[in-house]
């Protein structure tokens, strides 16, 4: 009886650990549900499982977490609700910068760093929206060296060429990040046709 007991709570035991991981299949389900958000809801729901996830690649978990809420903090801004934005900037940035600590030469993520301190400006969170275009520079400079042929890289330039004053440049990039956007290799990170307008 005591081992019929006792296996049947290294079981259950067992059961409960497996419950508190996360399969990197399972995360990478929620990778692709980031371009079908439809809600700031459910990019709550995407942080959370990012955010709490239990994975050998928590950089990965970092970046997209921080990925969910600036996505959040982008359809805030373009659906003009009551909801506070700022938050949802800030704890992008933090995600962003502790994905950062362990991947230190990603252009995905000096380029998600980059899109944020654009955003903090746009929301008018900025206390100093000259220092913040000029770190966005500093991490698209960065993205620059590291990646090619990129959507996201392409639409921070547009964002900065547009805060810049330099809406020609902006327009010819915000083109050419569609374009992007519809190439995309195999294997790189697919978040973001949603941020582009048609």
Do not use: C
């Not at 809600?39 to 921080?66: C, M, P, Q, R, V």
């Not at 301190?117 to 520079?137: F, G």
């Not at 805060?163 to 440049?169: D, Q, T, Y």
């Amino acid at each position: 009886m005591n081992k019929l007991l006792f296996i049947l709570g290294f079981f259950v035991t067992g059961f409960w650990v497996s419950a508190q991981t996360f399969s990197d299949q399972a995360l990478q389900q929620s990778v692709q549900q980031l371009n079908d958000a439809k809600t700031d809801g459910d990019y709550d729901t995407l942080f959370n499982i990012f955010s709490e996830a239990k994975t050998s690649e928590k950089w990965k978990a970092n970046y997209y977490a921080a990925v969910a809420k600036y996505s959040k903090a982008q359809y805030l801004l373009k659906n003009t609700t009551n909801t506070p934005i700022a938050e949802s900037n800030e704890l992008a940035k933090k995600f962003a910068i502790q994905a950062l600590a362990s991947e230190k030469n990603n252009g995905e993520i000096n380029t998600l760093l980059g899109l944020i301190h654009i955003q903090k400006i746009r929301i008018v969170a900025s206390t100093d929206p000259q220092k913040d275009l000029k770190t966005a520079i500093g991490y698209m400079t960065k993205a620059d060296s590291q990646l090619k042929n990129n959507p996201r890289l392409t639409l921070l330039k547009a964002e900065i060429a547009e805060l810049s004053n330099n809406k020609i440049e902006a327009i010819k990039l915000h083109q050419t990040a569609i374009s992007e956007f519809k190439n995309l290799s195999a294997g790189s990170p697919n978040w973001g046709n949603q941020l582009i307008e048609h």
